[in-house]
């Protein structure tokens, strides 16, 4: 084996290792999520060097010049105030969805109007108009971080693989029996996921658009699915009140994760793996451990369905959004409840932190989003709150952490989302528009 170059990745922080190995070129990454301004960098490159036989001692003053420009990048952060870039009255029939492709350069829109429209996010110049399918385009993606294949799920029944720069089909996935409203593609963009009404998922392969495994087992419809990123697993949430674990090179079910006494409402891993968690309109919020399949931790507070959770990109915290109108921002490692994030007049049903973890931003029934600031309080590691049960508190001044409110739009906002930078926010509504906020320098 010999290295060949260094990347950095800065969300989460990382550094991969490009190397050559009998005339053929892989990759391997060094997460360092607990990577702080505080952290003893020669003690880290130390252990970095011990650890990993692709560095030699003549790398090391290289690595530890990379770790500290990730550390600079971290100090350098800063929270931004957002102003409106442009209105786009994108379709004429409401959205459904929306989408940034990982550079931001270009954004799409879903559509009761059976379209999906690709976007240039600087412009706003309609690039491709994606037509085909015959019923509601519900559910779209991107393959990020790569950015050039679009996925359509649709009530059609029917889910479509997309060129995104030439707009071009390349395959429709044909197989449900009902209507599809959840999909994704894996990391490595070699896999699609689709889940439906039916109460299946199903697993396709990018390259030849055909079906590799149907995943059974949930007795409801599936409205939630997110890979690992490593791309071997898979967590599905379902209306049967459980979520399940998937393993997507066999379609097998690893683990039933049974404990919600409501719907599951949203599923997702964090960056390592180890943990994922699922979001009820039992109205908590349930931590798991995935080798295990255990529930680590159920957190109450909310007084209304938890409609959406999320990981921040290093695993750091998690979010939960209600149709209570608060946020609940928990630290993984601890469990403790961080902030309590009130201001809206009506539910969230859409919660994203931006890539840098400083930021947290909620879409609301109440024609508004609203951006808040997250506590660096939040310190990392692994979950060792062990099946606690409670109202888990919550730190008051999260009461005062609004940065800022997006308003504009004339009805109920239902998706919101970064791009990798964090120096852009698109926000869909029912009111027939999108619209991109840009930073303000």
Not at 232 to 242: E, I, Y
Not at 324 to 336: E, K, L
Request: hydrophobic content about 30%.
């Amino acid at each position: 084996m010999k290295l060949k170059k260094f990347l950095l990745r800065y969300y989460p922080p990382g550094v991969i290792l490009l190397y050559e190995q009998g005339g053929h070129q892989y990759q391997r990454t060094l997460d360092l999520l607990d990577l702080r301004p505080g952290t003893d960098v020669e003690a880290l490159v130390d252990q970095i060097m011990q650890s990993e036989p692709l560095l030699t001692e003549n790398r090391r003053h290289h690595l530890f010049k990379l770790i500290i420009k990730l550390i600079e990048k971290q100090k350098s952060e800063k929270r931004h105030d957002f102003a409106l870039l442009r209105v786009l009255r994108a379709h004429v029939l409401p959205l459904t969805n929306c989408a940034f492709n990982k550079s931001g350069s270009m954004f799409i829109t879903g559509s009761y109007d059976r379209t999906c429209k690709v976007w240039d996010t600087s412009t706003g110049e309609e690039l491709h108009t994606l037509e085909g399918h015959k019923n509601v385009v519900y559910a779209i993606a991107f393959n990020n971080p790569f950015g050039n294949k679009i996925i359509t799920g649709s009530f059609d029944k029917t889910c479509k693989l997309w060129n995104a720069n030439t707009g071009a089909l390349h395959y429709t996935l044909r197989g449900h029996q009902t209507e599809i409203v959840c999909v994704s593609f894996s990391p490595q963009s070699d896999l699609i996921a689709t889940g439906s009404m039916e109460n299946t998922a199903k697993l396709w392969d990018v390259e030849y658009g055909t079906e590799r495994s149907t995943l059974y087992g949930h007795s409801a419809e599936i409205v939630s699915l997110h890979f690992n990123t490593q791309g071997n697993l898979m967590v599905t949430g379902s209306f049967d009140h459980d979520s399940r674990i998937w393993d997507t090179r066999t379609g097998t079910c690893v683990h039933r994760l049974s404990g919600h006494t409501g719907e599951v409402s949203s599923t997702q891993f964090n960056y390592g793996g180890d943990l994922c968690v699922s979001g009820s309109i039992d109205r908590t919020t349930r931590v798991w451990d995935v080798r295990m399949g255990k529930c680590l931790s159920v957190k109450q507070g909310h007084t209304d369905e938890v409609l959406d959770v999320c990981f921040d990109s290093s695993g750091t915290n998690f979010v939960s959004a209600s149709a209570d109108g608060t946020a609940r921002v928990y630290s993984t490692r601890t469990g403790a409840c961080l902030h309590t994030y009130v201001g809206h007049d009506g539910e969230i049903s859409k919660v994203s932190f931006n890539p840098q973890g400083t930021s947290v931003i909620t879409a609301s029934s109440d024609k508004t989003c609203r951006i808040w600031n997250v506590s660096s309080g939040g310190d990392g590691g692994a979950y060792n709150g062990g099946g606690n049960v409670g109202e888990d508190g919550g730190d008051p001044s999260g009461r005062d952490g609004c940065a800022q409110v997006l308003e504009g739009h004339m009805d109920e906002i239902f998706s919101c989302a970064f791009n990798y930078e964090g120096d852009h926010i698109i926000t869909g509504s029912k009111d027939n528009t999108c619209r991109i906020w840009k930073a303000k320098q």
